[in-house]
Structures are given as structure tokens and as C-alpha cells.
């Protein structure tokens, strides 16, 4: 019989029958096990990708007002390249400055609303894409995009 107590009566003398105390405590156990969520502290990258541009291309004619950093992976030397236009930049501070004259150069032209425009390879590691755009930030960038990168081969 389930809860019973085997033995001699005189050695327990109050009969407790705990099997629906093991039974509430193991539903508990369950359900808060179940209803348990870990929280990401980590690998969440929250993004807004514009729906209206990208993947068709731009259209002909029309003039880039931009700021597009580019980010290659270098297999030989098995770093990250970054260019702003042409121009490979090796350094943090200087690639921050020239994000900052560029914006500074579209403000005095009368156009704030443009846009940091980050173009990585596959191959770039997350590290990489996240240190230009916290150098984007430090210098007042607000809209920063992502471009639509060339398919994996």
C-alpha cells in the first residue's frame, strides 16, 4: 500500500501518508520547469532593415548620397580590410574621423538625413561590423543600414 509505513507500529506512532505531497511537489517541479525561459544576454542584434530598398538594386541615374564602409576579409593575411570609397583605413581613430568629415562635409551641404551605410563580406567576422558601427555612434551618426551583400558562392 502506497504510504504505509513498513514495520513495527510502536516506532512510528503518527501514520503521515506523503504521496500527495510528492505528487503536488512533482507537478510544481514540472510546471515551473516548463513555464522557466533563460534570458539572452548575448546574440541578440536588434535591427531594422529598410523594406522599400536593397535587393532591387540602385536605380539608374540617380546619385549616391551615402557614406558606405566596406568590409573585406583579407585570406593572405587573414584580417579584416575596411575601406571608406577607395581609401583602405587600417585605424580605428582614422576611420572614425573620416565617418565624422564625410557627415560633416553632407551637414554643410544641407542633407542630415544621410545614412552610414555598412557593406560586409561574409567572411568578416561580427566583431568587425560592430566596432564600425560603435565608431559610427561615437560620432552622431543616427541611421546607419546595412547593404544587401553579394551571395554566398
Known sequence: MAGASIGD???NPVAI????????????????????????LEGKFDTWLPKNKGAEGMPVGSV????????????????????????????DSELQQLIADSFADYKK????????TIDADTAVPW???????????????????FA?????K
Open 9 to 11: 507500529g510502536d516506532d
Open 17 to 40: 501518508n506523503v504521496t500527495p505531497l510528492i505528487d503536488v511537489i512533482f507537478c510544481l517541479c514540472v510546471f515551473f520547469m516548463c513555464s522557466f525561459r533563460f534570458k539572452q
Open 148 to 152: 544587401l551583400g553579394a551571395k554566398e
Open 109 to 116: 551641404l544641407g542633407k542630415d538625413d544621410i545614412g552610414l
Open 64 to 91: 549616391i548620397e551615402e557614406v558606405r564602409v566596406a568590409l573585406f576579409w583579407n585570406e593572405a593575411k587573414q584580417q579584416v580590410e575596411r575601406k571608406i570609397g577607395r581609401r583602405i583605413v587600417p585605424e
Open 127 to 145: 566583431d568587425a561590423v560592430v566596432r564600425v558601427i560603435n565608431l559610427s555612434k561615437r560620432v552622431g551618426v543616427q541611421k546607419i543600414e
